[in-house]
């Protein structure tokens, strides 16, 4: 650990958009004896994991599980399904659907990419428009990020997939949900989607270090004839070693013991509940933005995240020199302004474990961040957030539903 000269007291505020707090509970399941991952034991926790994840992606198909970023599930949904010169469709949502572009044409895909100005989601329209015009189905694959965390914008992936099927269009379709899943409403098997790429460090409440493919028999069935090269990443190996329980190499194994324990805290509070729980505090988080007098930088509402706001800075003040003293005054992380963004914009990330008073300790750390780096604002924005929280939870009663 690098010593601090000034160590703080309390909790540090990790507010970026993921990795998120790790809640004590996950904390202390990983805190346990590393076991023989070829051993009985293992199996019964492999299955469970293996098994109760596919509720979480809104599947029945199988879930493979990489000990690895979100970056190798990426490469992983990619290499399995497609083969090098195919020709695939992409959106510029934001920076991670540049990122996962660039890795597509680092595995030899020809990437046919919409431009954008990172304020929007996918257009569905767009997709049906590109679609239709590729007679011969040349496009293999449409991939787009379910929730772009370098702007808080979500894609409607519902009606990306109602537009894919009203160009009656044959392309596998895959999608990022590695900000969105377990914060924000998805469903793989009812929305069609063919490998869905999620990660265990954001809504998922764990350190990181996992990573997840959600696989359609259609997409299995294109890992038969695909011919990228692949090994680490092989679906096959995976999912014959899975049958039982077990890897085709070691896991991470204390990860896996976090992971039983997010989906048993997932089931307790219900799926519903959870994103209901994101979409409040989103709300509340947005009413504090406006109240101070700032923009948020996501343009449509339909498409507004629930997993975390992107704020612009007013002209002339810079948003990294803002996260810089807010971090320094109040030990709360915000996150950065990414490539085209930097400086711009500050993201509040408001997913995973997290509760009312977090998020008002959070609004409270931004809002004195903003006064004492002398950023142009209207106070009350944490009051404005407190008005909501406390009036939306006298009027509703907690919901007990179970997804
Ligand atoms: C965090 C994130 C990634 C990258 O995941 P790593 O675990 O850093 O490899 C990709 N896409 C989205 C949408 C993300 O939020």
């Known amino acids: 650990m690098v010593k601090l000269s000034n160590a ?9 958009p993921g990795p998120t707090n790790v809640p004590d509970r996950i904390l202390r399941a990983i805190d346990n004896p590393t076991i023989d991952h070829r051993g009985p034991e293992f199996g019964v926790l492999g299955r469970k994991v293996l098994t109760e994840i596919k509720p979480i992606f809104g599947t029945k198909s199988d879930v493979v599980i990489y000990p690895a970023s979100g970056t190798g599930a990426w490469e992983a949904a990619l290499v399995n399904t497609l083969s090098p010169g195919d020709r695939v469709l992409m959106f510029e949502t934001g920076h991670f659907a540049t990122l996962w572009r660039e890795l597509a044409e680092r595995v030899g895909l020809t990437v046919d990419f919409v431009p954008g100005d990172w304020r929007q989601g996918v257009d569905p329209k767009q997709v049906e428009a590109r679609l239709s015009e590729d007679k011969v189905h040349a496009i293999k694959a449409v991939m787009v990020v ?18 894919i099927d009203a160009a009656k269009h044959p392309a596998l379709f895959m999608v990022d949900t590695i900000s969105s899943l377990a914060s924000i409403d998805y469903r793989h098997d009812e929305w069609g989607v063919d490998v869905t790429v999620a990660g265990s460090q954001k809504g998922l409440m764990l350190p990181p270090g996992l990573s997840f493919n959600a696989i359609s028999a259609k997409a299995l069935a294109a890992h038969k004839t695909s011919k990228s090269q692949r090994s680490y990443w092989d679906w096959s190996t995976m999912l014959a070693a899975n049958k039982t329980g077990y890897f085709p190499y070691t896991p991470a194994t204390n990860l896996l013991y976090g992971l039983a324990e997010a989906i048993d805290m997932l089931m307790e509070e219900g799926m519903a509940n959870v994103f209901a729980r994101h979409d409040r505090h989103a709300e509340a988080t947005r009413r504090a933005v406006r109240t101070w007098g700032l923009e948020i930088l996501c343009v449509n509402p339909a498409e507004y995240s629930s997993s975390l706001t992107a704020v612009l800075m007013p002209t002339g003040h810079n948003a990294d020199e803002f996260r810089k003293k807010t971090l320094a005054a109040y030990d709360l992380s915000l996150g950065a302004g990414l490539t085209k963004v930097a400086g711009k914009v500050f993201r509040i990330g408001h997913l995973g474990s997290f509760n009312d008073l977090m998020l008002m300790g959070t609004l409270a750390g931004v809002e004195m961040g903003l006064a004492i780096a002398g950023v142009p604002h209207t106070e009350g924005g944490a009051q404005a957030a407190m008005n909501y929280l406390s009036g939306v939870a006298k009027a509703e009663a907690p919901k007990r539903s179970v997804a």
């Open 146 to 163: 379910h929730n772009e965390t370098s702007t808080g914008v979500a894609t409607r992936v519902g009606e990306v997939r109602k537009a």
């Open 8 to 16: 703080p007291s309390g909790r540090h505020f990790l507010q970026i």
